[in-house]
């Protein structure tokens, strides 16, 4: 059942999956163009939503902190208008994922919506879209991301999901066993969410 302290929990990882995407996506996209970000940056994704997943069990929130977070790539230069549907279709992956395994097999989570993330993405992106580079005649480069990437990224994260999961859940323990919990890591992800976002609003000025 959703409650009101799960708007902050929210806002708080979608401001940390954001921030992924703006800082070390924005590093990984202009620097190691080499390396396919996008493995990288799913991985850290799955892990930030699994951990969320701990605080706020409630179907459709993934996909609401996906929605929240793809607006921090407005604020990377170049700005790539694809990044944003491939971030929130992650989230939107990974609750359909959740829910067909009812919570359950984490592995199966963490694969089987990483495959279904990518290859939703690919499919949109050179069919429906039909978006500048996707589009491209050749080798489908949907096959590619899907295949490859999709396949290196989804074996990562069914052994990131389970980790993530049990991490998320011991330091939930550990916070609702402090003296006066839960008000103080409400105060600590209050503050933090206002950084994050703070942070995501002057980041344009301070890469100028």
């Not at 799955?46 to 706020?56: E, G, K, M, P």
């Not at 096959?143 to 011991?170: F, M, Q, T």
């Not at 939930?172 to 105060?187: E, K, M, S, T």
Request: proline share 6%; with cysteine; glycine share 8%.
């Amino acid at each position: 059942m959703f409650r009101k302290d799960h708007v902050l929990a929210i806002l708080l990882f979608s401001g940390l999956w954001g921030l992924s995407e703006a800082a070390l996506g924005g590093w990984l996209y202009a620097h190691a163009r080499g390396f396919p970000a996008s493995i990288v940056l799913a991985v850290v994704a799955f892990a930030i939503l699994t951990v969320a997943r701990v605080h706020v069990p409630v179907p459709g929130t993934s996909a609401a902190i996906g929605a929240l977070a793809m607006l921090y790539k407005f604020f990377n230069e170049p700005f790539f208008a694809c990044h944003l549907l491939a971030i929130f279709l992650l989230g939107a992956a990974y609750d359909v994922a959740c829910s067909a395994t009812r919570g359950r097999l984490r592995p199966l989570v963490g694969a089987g919506g990483t495959w279904l993330g990518f290859a939703l993405f690919a499919v949109l992106m050179t069919y429906v879209f039909r978006y500048q580079w996707w589009a491209q005649p050749g080798l489908p480069k949907a096959l590619r991301h899907v295949l490859v990437n999709g396949s290196i990224a989804a074996a990562c994260n069914a052994a990131v999901v389970p980790l993530a999961d049990w991490a998320g859940r011991k330091a939930a323990a550990w916070a609702a066993a402090q003296p006066r919990a839960p008000l103080w890591p409400a105060r600590a992800a209050a503050v933090l969410t206002v950084c994050l976002w703070a942070f995501a609003a002057i980041q344009p000025a301070l890469a100028a």
